[in-house]
């Protein structure tokens, strides 16, 4: 659905999905494989990991209690921004139940080190699959935030003040 929303708001809009998107591109793509480059162990995972979950934390928090007197468009684009925070959330968490797995298939066994490292390079690929759909998501959520337009869904489920116009679409909305 598209709104009469003034540049400056479509600015503030673009914001959560940019942090997100840097979230995605420093911590997922560069420092984790950075850090598993640099041989420095299950640190290596865990360091981006803190620090993405850390972003994150500040979407959820910035969506549920938007900053005081900031527009309902900007506000809804930082719930939307949360909500697609969850997709990443899924791939960590099926990347630790396969390290999880990798943990206790290899407890015991005398090539320990090699299964391990075998199977915590198969756990990164969900993880890197989630990171690719949000950093398109995010990518269309920018795009979106610019012409001042939101899915259907999130304005049934955020309907606009009074005051928000809607623009009328192609159907004449």
Request: glycine share 6%; net charge neutral.
């Amino acid at each position: 659905m598209l709104f009469e929303i003034d540049e400056d708001t479509r600015k503030k809009a673009k914001s959560p999905h940019e942090l997100f998107i840097l979230n995605l591109l420093g911590f997922n793509l560069l420092a984790a494989p950075a850090a598993i480059a640099l041989d420095v162990g299950m640190a290596g995972l865990l360091i981006p990991l803190v620090l993405s979950l850390s972003v994150v934390s500040f979407i959820w928090i910035r969506a549920a209690k938007p900053a005081p007197n900031a527009p309902w468009f900007v506000a809804t684009h930082w719930k939307l921004a949360a909500t697609r925070t969850k997709i990443l959330l899924v791939g960590y968490a099926i990347s630790a139940a396969i390290i999880a797995f990798a943990l206790i298939v290899t407890s015991g066994s005398d090539k320990a080190e090699i299964l391990l490292v075998a199977l915590t390079r198969v756990a990164i690929v969900p993880t890197l699959l989630t990171v690719m759909i949000c950093f398109v998501l995010e990518s269309s959520g920018i795009f979106m935030a610019g012409k001042a337009e939101l899915p259907n869904g999130v304005v049934n489920q955020f309907p606009p003040p009074d005051d928000v116009v809607v623009k009328p679409g192609p159907t004449g909305v």
